[in-house]
Protein backbone atom coordinates (compact mmCIF):
# COMPACT_ATOMS: atom_id res chain seq x y z
CA UNK A 1 0.00 0.00 0.00
CA UNK A 2 1.26 3.64 -0.74
CA UNK A 3 -0.32 6.58 0.07
CA UNK A 4 -1.26 8.92 -2.83
CA UNK A 5 -0.91 12.64 -2.23
CA UNK A 6 -1.54 15.19 -5.10
CA UNK A 7 1.62 16.74 -5.73
CA UNK A 8 0.29 19.17 -8.72
CA UNK A 9 -1.07 21.67 -6.37
CA UNK A 10 -0.01 24.96 -6.87
CA UNK A 11 1.10 27.21 -3.80
CA UNK A 12 2.43 30.55 -2.86
CA UNK A 13 6.26 31.03 -2.15
CA UNK A 14 5.29 33.72 -0.32
CA UNK A 15 2.84 31.56 1.85
CA UNK A 16 5.22 29.25 2.26
CA UNK A 17 7.61 31.34 3.58
CA UNK A 18 5.75 32.60 6.03
CA UNK A 19 3.99 29.39 6.96
CA UNK A 20 6.54 27.51 7.85
CA UNK A 21 9.08 30.39 9.51
CA UNK A 22 5.44 30.77 12.15
CA UNK A 23 4.26 26.95 12.84
CA UNK A 24 5.55 24.49 9.85
CA UNK A 25 1.83 24.74 8.56
CA UNK A 26 0.39 25.18 5.64
CA UNK A 27 -2.52 24.19 3.48
CA UNK A 28 -0.32 22.26 1.30
CA UNK A 29 -0.35 18.49 1.58
CA UNK A 30 -3.87 18.58 3.05
CA UNK A 31 -5.17 15.09 1.81
CA UNK A 32 -1.79 13.54 3.59
CA UNK A 33 -2.80 11.96 7.15
CA UNK A 34 -1.49 14.75 10.05
CA UNK A 35 1.65 12.76 10.50
CA UNK A 36 2.62 12.95 7.02
CA UNK A 37 1.97 16.44 6.33
CA UNK A 38 3.73 17.23 9.49
CA UNK A 39 6.73 15.18 7.93
CA UNK A 40 6.60 16.60 4.25
CA UNK A 41 7.00 20.10 6.20
CA UNK A 42 9.89 18.87 8.35
CA UNK A 43 11.56 17.55 5.05
CA UNK A 44 10.53 21.02 3.53
CA UNK A 45 12.21 23.03 6.03
CA UNK A 46 15.38 20.92 5.97
CA UNK A 47 16.17 21.27 2.46
CA UNK A 48 15.33 24.97 3.08
CA UNK A 49 17.61 24.93 5.97
CA UNK A 50 20.58 23.23 4.64
CA UNK A 51 20.45 20.43 7.82
CA UNK A 52 21.82 17.69 5.30
CA UNK A 53 23.26 15.31 7.81
CA UNK A 54 19.58 14.98 8.80
CA UNK A 55 18.10 14.60 5.65
CA UNK A 56 17.99 10.94 4.75
CA UNK A 57 16.37 10.47 8.25
CA UNK A 58 13.80 12.64 6.83
CA UNK A 59 13.69 10.63 4.07
CA UNK A 60 13.66 7.00 5.62
CA UNK A 61 11.02 8.19 7.62
CA UNK A 62 8.83 9.20 5.20
CA UNK A 63 9.30 5.69 3.47
CA UNK A 64 8.17 4.23 6.37
CA UNK A 65 5.11 6.38 5.90
CA UNK A 66 4.73 4.55 3.00
CA UNK A 67 5.01 7.51 0.67
CA UNK A 68 6.83 6.69 -2.86
CA UNK A 69 9.91 8.10 -4.20
CA UNK A 70 8.34 10.02 -6.85
CA UNK A 71 6.20 11.81 -4.11
CA UNK A 72 8.95 13.24 -1.85
CA UNK A 73 10.83 14.34 -5.15
CA UNK A 74 7.44 16.28 -6.93
CA UNK A 75 6.09 16.98 -3.49
CA UNK A 76 8.14 18.33 -0.64
CA UNK A 77 11.59 18.40 -1.83
CA UNK A 78 10.29 20.49 -5.02
CA UNK A 79 8.85 23.13 -2.28
CA UNK A 80 11.90 23.31 -0.20
CA UNK A 81 14.41 23.92 -2.95
CA UNK A 82 11.91 26.28 -4.96
CA UNK A 83 11.71 28.46 -1.59
CA UNK A 84 15.39 28.74 -1.40
CA UNK A 85 15.25 30.17 -4.99
CA UNK A 86 12.86 32.07 -4.06
CA UNK A 87 15.54 33.76 -0.80
CA UNK A 88 18.39 33.91 -3.65
CA UNK A 89 16.67 35.53 -5.98
CA UNK A 90 15.80 37.99 -2.94
CA UNK A 91 18.46 38.11 -1.94
CA UNK A 92 17.68 36.50 1.43
CA UNK A 93 19.87 33.46 0.91
CA UNK A 94 23.53 33.72 -0.46
CA UNK A 95 25.46 31.28 -2.07
CA UNK A 96 26.44 29.16 0.44
CA UNK A 97 23.17 28.94 2.31
CA UNK A 98 21.66 27.68 -1.76
CA UNK A 99 25.06 25.27 -1.71
CA UNK A 100 23.73 23.33 1.78
CA UNK A 101 20.19 23.33 0.95
CA UNK A 102 21.71 21.91 -2.88
CA UNK A 103 23.60 19.27 -0.68
CA UNK A 104 20.42 18.05 0.67
CA UNK A 105 18.39 17.11 -2.47
CA UNK A 106 21.51 15.49 -3.55
CA UNK A 107 21.38 13.31 -0.47
CA UNK A 108 17.71 12.66 -0.94
CA UNK A 109 17.82 11.86 -4.22
CA UNK A 110 20.76 9.22 -3.59
CA UNK A 111 18.93 7.42 -1.17
CA UNK A 112 16.17 7.71 -3.37
CA UNK A 113 17.76 6.72 -6.99
CA UNK A 114 17.55 2.91 -6.43
CA UNK A 115 13.94 2.84 -5.49
CA UNK A 116 13.06 4.72 -8.50
CA UNK A 117 15.42 2.26 -10.85
CA UNK A 118 13.67 -0.31 -9.19
CA UNK A 119 10.70 0.40 -11.26
CA UNK A 120 13.22 -0.46 -14.51
CA UNK A 121 11.12 -2.64 -16.76
CA UNK A 122 11.55 -3.10 -20.53
CA UNK A 123 14.22 -1.23 -21.88
CA UNK A 124 12.69 1.35 -24.55
CA UNK A 125 15.69 3.42 -25.88
CA UNK A 126 18.66 5.64 -25.54
CA UNK A 127 19.46 8.87 -23.89
CA UNK A 128 22.31 11.43 -24.05
CA UNK A 129 21.48 14.01 -21.39
CA UNK A 130 23.85 16.74 -19.69
CA UNK A 131 24.04 20.28 -18.37
CA UNK A 132 25.20 23.00 -21.13
CA UNK A 133 28.65 24.11 -21.27
CA UNK A 134 29.04 27.14 -18.75
CA UNK A 135 26.18 25.76 -16.29
CA UNK A 136 27.03 23.89 -12.78
CA UNK A 137 23.42 23.21 -12.12
CA UNK A 138 22.22 19.18 -12.18
CA UNK A 139 19.61 18.51 -9.83
CA UNK A 140 16.27 18.62 -12.18
CA UNK A 141 19.06 16.93 -14.72
CA UNK A 142 19.41 13.65 -12.36
CA UNK A 143 16.05 13.65 -11.92
CA UNK A 144 15.03 13.61 -15.49
CA UNK A 145 17.83 10.98 -15.87
CA UNK A 146 16.57 9.04 -12.94
CA UNK A 147 13.06 9.11 -14.30
CA UNK A 148 14.32 8.62 -18.09
CA UNK A 149 16.15 5.01 -16.33
CA UNK A 150 12.82 4.27 -15.09
CA UNK A 151 10.79 4.20 -17.85
CA UNK A 152 13.17 1.67 -19.32
CA UNK A 153 15.98 3.98 -21.07
CA UNK A 154 19.43 3.57 -20.64
CA UNK A 155 20.66 6.98 -19.89
CA UNK A 156 24.04 8.15 -20.26
CA UNK A 157 24.42 11.57 -18.42
CA UNK A 158 27.51 13.49 -19.16
CA UNK A 159 27.57 15.48 -16.74
CA UNK A 160 27.77 19.24 -16.40
CA UNK A 161 29.23 22.41 -18.00
CA UNK A 162 29.47 19.78 -21.24
CA UNK A 163 30.62 21.32 -24.21
CA UNK A 164 28.98 20.67 -27.91
CA UNK A 165 32.10 18.61 -29.13
CA UNK A 166 31.23 16.46 -26.24
CA UNK A 167 27.57 15.89 -26.53
CA UNK A 168 28.67 15.18 -30.55
CA UNK A 169 31.29 12.91 -29.00
CA UNK A 170 29.22 10.82 -26.85
CA UNK A 171 26.23 11.14 -29.47
CA UNK A 172 28.88 8.95 -31.82
CA UNK A 173 29.46 6.35 -29.02
CA UNK A 174 26.19 5.64 -27.99
CA UNK A 175 23.59 6.87 -30.60
CA UNK A 176 21.55 7.95 -28.74
CA UNK A 177 16.90 8.27 -29.52
CA UNK A 178 17.20 11.35 -27.39
CA UNK A 179 20.14 14.14 -26.57
CA UNK A 180 18.70 16.35 -23.64
CA UNK A 181 20.45 19.50 -22.67
CA UNK A 182 19.76 21.05 -19.18
CA UNK A 183 20.34 25.04 -18.48
CA UNK A 184 19.32 27.08 -15.39
CA UNK A 185 20.92 30.36 -16.37
CA UNK A 186 19.81 33.10 -18.49
CA UNK A 187 23.12 33.27 -19.68
CA UNK A 188 24.12 29.28 -20.62
CA UNK A 189 20.45 28.87 -22.10
CA UNK A 190 22.17 29.74 -25.59
CA UNK A 191 24.45 26.89 -25.00
CA UNK A 192 21.22 24.92 -25.92
CA UNK A 193 21.23 26.77 -29.40
CA UNK A 194 25.05 26.75 -30.01
CA UNK A 195 25.03 22.92 -29.33
CA UNK A 196 21.98 22.05 -31.58
CA UNK A 197 23.87 24.46 -34.77
CA UNK A 198 27.03 22.03 -33.97
CA UNK A 199 24.66 18.74 -34.75
CA UNK A 200 23.64 20.51 -37.84
CA UNK A 201 26.64 21.58 -39.30
CA UNK A 202 28.59 17.89 -38.35
CA UNK A 203 25.11 16.19 -40.24
CA UNK A 204 23.74 14.39 -37.04
CA UNK A 205 20.75 16.73 -36.72
CA UNK A 206 18.28 13.96 -37.91
CA UNK A 207 19.74 11.16 -35.96
CA UNK A 208 17.67 11.75 -33.01
CA UNK A 209 15.18 13.92 -30.97
CA UNK A 210 16.71 16.77 -28.96
CA UNK A 211 15.10 17.65 -25.66
CA UNK A 212 15.25 21.05 -23.84
CA UNK A 213 14.72 21.77 -19.80
CA UNK A 214 15.62 24.06 -17.05
CA UNK A 215 14.00 26.89 -15.09
CA UNK A 216 14.48 29.38 -17.62
CA UNK A 217 13.42 27.39 -20.59
CA UNK A 218 10.04 27.49 -22.57
CA UNK A 219 8.09 26.16 -25.25
CA UNK A 220 8.73 29.66 -27.40
CA UNK A 221 12.78 28.97 -26.61
CA UNK A 222 12.65 25.22 -27.57
CA UNK A 223 10.68 26.74 -30.97
CA UNK A 224 12.79 29.51 -31.59
CA UNK A 225 15.82 27.29 -31.41
CA UNK A 226 14.50 24.50 -33.51
CA UNK A 227 13.98 21.59 -30.71
CA UNK A 228 11.82 18.61 -31.04
CA UNK A 229 10.59 18.99 -27.47
CA UNK A 230 10.77 21.32 -24.09
CA UNK A 231 9.52 19.30 -20.87
CA UNK A 232 9.19 21.37 -17.88
CA UNK A 233 9.54 18.73 -15.59
CA UNK A 234 10.51 15.19 -15.51
CA UNK A 235 7.22 13.30 -16.13
CA UNK A 236 6.01 15.40 -18.71
CA UNK A 237 10.00 14.76 -20.51
CA UNK A 238 9.25 11.30 -20.09
CA UNK A 239 5.87 10.86 -21.49
CA UNK A 240 7.34 12.60 -24.41
CA UNK A 241 10.44 10.74 -24.30
CA UNK A 242 8.40 7.12 -24.57
CA UNK A 243 5.95 8.58 -27.13
CA UNK A 244 9.34 9.70 -29.74
CA UNK A 245 10.80 5.71 -29.30
CA UNK A 246 6.69 4.13 -30.11
CA UNK A 247 4.33 5.43 -32.12
CA UNK A 248 6.77 8.71 -33.23
CA UNK A 249 9.90 6.59 -33.62
CA UNK A 250 9.90 7.31 -37.71
CA UNK A 251 9.65 10.56 -37.32
CA UNK A 252 13.20 12.44 -37.84
CA UNK A 253 14.57 15.28 -35.53
CA UNK A 254 13.94 18.31 -36.49
CA UNK A 255 10.54 16.99 -38.07
CA UNK A 256 7.78 19.80 -37.77
CA UNK A 257 5.04 17.06 -37.30
CA UNK A 258 7.09 15.88 -34.49
CA UNK A 259 7.44 19.27 -32.95
CA UNK A 260 3.35 19.12 -32.94
CA UNK A 261 2.67 15.87 -31.79
CA UNK A 262 4.68 17.17 -28.85
CA UNK A 263 2.69 20.17 -27.90
CA UNK A 264 -0.35 17.37 -28.46
CA UNK A 265 1.21 15.77 -25.74
CA UNK A 266 0.98 19.26 -23.44
CA UNK A 267 -2.52 20.02 -24.42
CA UNK A 268 -3.36 16.42 -23.97
CA UNK A 269 -2.18 16.98 -20.14
CA UNK A 270 -3.53 20.07 -19.81
CA UNK A 271 -7.36 18.62 -20.92
CA UNK A 272 -6.65 15.95 -18.27
CA UNK A 273 -5.83 17.78 -15.45
CA UNK A 274 -8.30 20.31 -15.90
CA UNK A 275 -11.38 17.67 -16.21
CA UNK A 276 -9.40 16.22 -12.79
CA UNK A 277 -10.02 19.59 -11.34
CA UNK A 278 -13.65 19.46 -12.31
C1 LIG B 1 20.53 24.89 -6.28
C2 LIG B 1 20.95 26.13 -7.06
C3 LIG B 1 22.30 26.35 -7.24
C4 LIG B 1 23.38 25.36 -6.80
C5 LIG B 1 23.42 24.24 -7.86
C6 LIG B 1 23.82 22.91 -7.26
C7 LIG B 1 23.65 21.80 -8.24
N1 LIG B 1 24.52 20.82 -8.13
O1 LIG B 1 22.77 21.78 -9.07
C8 LIG B 1 24.65 26.26 -6.79
C9 LIG B 1 24.82 26.82 -5.40
C10 LIG B 1 25.96 25.59 -7.21
C11 LIG B 1 24.22 27.40 -7.73
C12 LIG B 1 25.13 28.23 -8.36
C13 LIG B 1 24.75 29.35 -9.11
N2 LIG B 1 23.49 29.80 -9.31
CO1 LIG B 1 21.91 28.76 -8.86
N3 LIG B 1 20.27 28.08 -8.26
C14 LIG B 1 19.96 27.02 -7.58
C15 LIG B 1 18.42 26.98 -7.36
C16 LIG B 1 18.15 27.54 -5.96
C17 LIG B 1 17.72 25.65 -7.48
C18 LIG B 1 17.92 24.90 -8.81
C19 LIG B 1 17.32 23.52 -8.68
O2 LIG B 1 18.01 22.57 -8.41
N4 LIG B 1 15.97 23.43 -8.77
C20 LIG B 1 15.23 22.17 -8.52
C21 LIG B 1 15.12 21.33 -9.77
C22 LIG B 1 14.33 20.05 -9.49
O3 LIG B 1 14.41 22.08 -10.74
P1 LIG B 1 14.95 22.34 -12.22
O4 LIG B 1 16.43 22.39 -12.20
O5 LIG B 1 14.21 23.47 -12.80
O6 LIG B 1 14.59 20.99 -13.01
C23 LIG B 1 13.28 20.58 -13.40
C24 LIG B 1 12.82 21.17 -14.74
O7 LIG B 1 13.40 22.42 -15.06
C25 LIG B 1 13.11 20.10 -15.76
N5 LIG B 1 14.43 20.00 -16.37
C26 LIG B 1 15.65 20.36 -15.90
N6 LIG B 1 16.62 20.02 -16.74
C27 LIG B 1 16.04 19.42 -17.80
C28 LIG B 1 16.59 18.88 -18.96
C29 LIG B 1 15.75 18.32 -19.92
C30 LIG B 1 16.33 17.74 -21.13
C31 LIG B 1 14.35 18.33 -19.70
C32 LIG B 1 13.46 17.79 -20.74
C33 LIG B 1 13.80 18.86 -18.54
C34 LIG B 1 14.64 19.40 -17.60
O8 LIG B 1 12.86 18.93 -15.02
C35 LIG B 1 13.40 19.09 -13.70
C36 LIG B 1 12.73 18.16 -12.73
O9 LIG B 1 11.33 18.38 -12.66
C37 LIG B 1 17.93 27.93 -8.52
C38 LIG B 1 16.57 28.59 -8.29
C39 LIG B 1 15.54 28.16 -9.30
N7 LIG B 1 14.37 28.76 -9.19
O10 LIG B 1 15.76 27.36 -10.19
C40 LIG B 1 19.13 28.92 -8.58
C41 LIG B 1 19.39 29.70 -9.86
C42 LIG B 1 19.19 28.82 -11.08
N8 LIG B 1 20.81 30.04 -9.74
C43 LIG B 1 21.08 31.25 -10.14
C44 LIG B 1 22.38 31.83 -10.15
C45 LIG B 1 22.45 33.29 -10.54
C46 LIG B 1 23.52 31.07 -9.82
C47 LIG B 1 24.97 31.57 -9.87
C48 LIG B 1 25.35 32.39 -11.11
C49 LIG B 1 25.23 32.36 -8.57
C50 LIG B 1 26.59 33.02 -8.47
N9 LIG B 1 26.57 34.31 -8.29
O11 LIG B 1 27.62 32.39 -8.56
C51 LIG B 1 25.76 30.23 -9.79
C52 LIG B 1 26.02 29.67 -11.21
C53 LIG B 1 27.10 28.65 -11.25
C54 LIG B 1 27.16 28.07 -12.64
N10 LIG B 1 28.16 28.46 -13.43
O12 LIG B 1 26.30 27.31 -13.02
C55 LIG B 1 19.83 31.96 -10.65
C56 LIG B 1 19.79 32.05 -12.16
C57 LIG B 1 19.26 33.39 -12.63
C58 LIG B 1 19.20 33.46 -14.10
N11 LIG B 1 18.06 33.94 -14.55
O13 LIG B 1 20.10 33.14 -14.81
C59 LIG B 1 18.67 31.11 -10.01
C60 LIG B 1 17.37 31.07 -10.82
C61 LIG B 1 18.41 31.72 -8.60
C62 LIG B 1 17.75 33.09 -8.64
N12 LIG B 1 16.44 33.13 -8.48
O14 LIG B 1 18.38 34.08 -8.81
N13 LIG B 1 22.86 27.44 -7.85
Excluded at 32 to 54: C, M, Q
Excluded at 117 to 145: N, P, R
Aim: net charge negative; hydrophobic share 40%; proline share 4%.
Amino acid sequence: MTLKIDTEIEYDLEDLQYDIDDSLETDRWSDAPSEVKKLFHTLEWNIIDGEHPDTVGFIDEALDSEVTARTLISGPMAAGIAEVGRRFKMDEYFLPEVMMSAKCMHEALSRLKPLILAEKSEEVGTVVIGTVQGDLHDIGKKIVAMMMEAAGFTVHDLGVTVPPEKFVEAIREHKPHIVGFSALLTTTMNMQWETLKLFAAEGIREDFKVFVGGAPISQGWCDKIGADAYAMDALVAVDKAKACVTRLKNLNGGNPELHEAMLEIDRERESAKAEAGK
